[in-house]
C-alpha cells in the first residue's frame, strides 16, 4: 500500500515564505503532486514531480527526493489568499493519485 | 488543465431515496473518470474508476451496489448513491486525467436528512 504524511497544520505570516514536507512510502513510483484546496471546493493543480530536484511556478516551487520519498512544497511572498488545505499526492504507475491527509495552512497578517 | 463539471453542485435528499451526480468531460473525450469521497476535514478517499463502456471498479470498501456508476458515454459519468442515509453525506469529487495529470470537478456536497 502507500502511506503519506504531511503535517496537520500550519501557521505564517503575509510575505514570508512556507514549507510543507511530505514523505512517502510506495511502490512503482509514478510522480508526486501537490494541489490546493479551499474550504468546500475541489483540489486544483499546483506542481508535479517526477525527477529529482525543483520545479518553479511563480511563488510556488516543489521539491522531490525519490531516495528518500520526500517532497515539499514552497510558497513565497505569502498572500491572505494562500489560506487553504495543500494535498501531496502520490501516484503509483498508472493508478490514480491517492492522497495525503493535507495540511492546513492559516496565512496571517 | 482539463475542464471538468460536476452537477448538482449541492443536494439534500431525505433518507432513503436516490441521488444521481452526473461528472462532464468539457473539453476532451476521457474514458477513464474517477470519482472521489471527502468526510470534513479529512483526505480525498477513491472510491471508483469509472471505464467508458464497461463497469466500474471499486475500492476496497464501497459497495458497488450502492454506489452505481455508469460511464455511457466518452463524456459524462454518473454516480447514483441508492438509498442514501445520513452516513453518505460528503463531498462527491469527479477527476479525469488529461497530460498526466488529474483534474477534478468542482464537487457535489450531499446532505441526507
Known amino acids: 500500500g502507500q502511506n503519506i504524511d504531511q503535517p496537520t497544520e500550519m501557521t505564517a505570516t503575509e510575505g514570508a515564505i512556507v514549507q510543507i514536507n511530505c514523505t512517502y512510502q510506495?511502490?512503482?513510483?509514478?510522480?508526486l503532486f501537490w494541489y490546493q484546496q479551499h474550504a468546500g471546493e475541489a483540489p486544483t493543480f499546483l506542481s508535479y514531480?517526477?525527477?529529482?530536484g525543483l520545479e518553479e511556478k511563480g511563488r510556488f516551487s516543489s521539491f522531490l527526493s525519490r531516495s528518500k520519498g520526500y517532497s515539499y512544497l514552497l510558497l513565497k511572498e505569502l498572500q491572505m489568499k494562500d489560506s487553504a488545505s495543500y494535498l501531496c499526492?502520490?501516484?503509483?504507475?498508472?493508478?490514480?493519485?491517492?492522497f495525503g491527509k493535507g495540511t492546513r495552512l492559516s496565512v496571517i497578517a | 488543465g482539463a475542464v471538468v463539471s460536476q452537477h448538482p453542485s449541492w443536494v439534500i435528499c431525505k433518507s432513503g431515496t436516490s441521488v444521481k451526480i452526473e461528472c462532464r468531460s468539457l473539453?476532451?473525450?476521457?474514458?477513464?473518470m474517477f470519482w472521489y469521497r471527502q468526510f470534513p476535514k479529512q483526505s480525498l478517499m477513491l472510491m471508483a474508476t469509472?471505464?467508458?463502456?464497461?463497469?466500474?471498479?471499486?475500492e476496497q470498501g464501497v459497495e458497488k451496489d450502492k454506489f452505481l456508476i455508469n460511464h455511457a458515454s466518452l463524456t459524462l459519468s454518473t454516480l447514483t448513491v441508492t438509498s442514501a442515509h445520513p452516513e453518505d453525506s460528503s463531498f462527491y469529487i469527479c477527476?479525469?486525467?488529461?497530460?498526466?495529470?488529474?483534474?477534478f470537478g468542482p464537487g457535489t456536497r450531499l446532505t441526507v436528512l
Open positions: 499526492a502520490v501516484r503509483s504507475g498508472n493508478t490514480p493519485l491517492v
Open positions: 473539453d476532451f473525450q476521457a474514458t477513464t
Open positions: 477527476s479525469e486525467v488529461w497530460a498526466d495529470t488529474q483534474y
Open positions: 514531480n517526477v525527477l529529482d
Open positions: 510506495t511502490s512503482g513510483f509514478n510522480g
Open positions: 469509472s471505464n467508458e463502456g464497461s463497469k466500474a471498479t471499486y
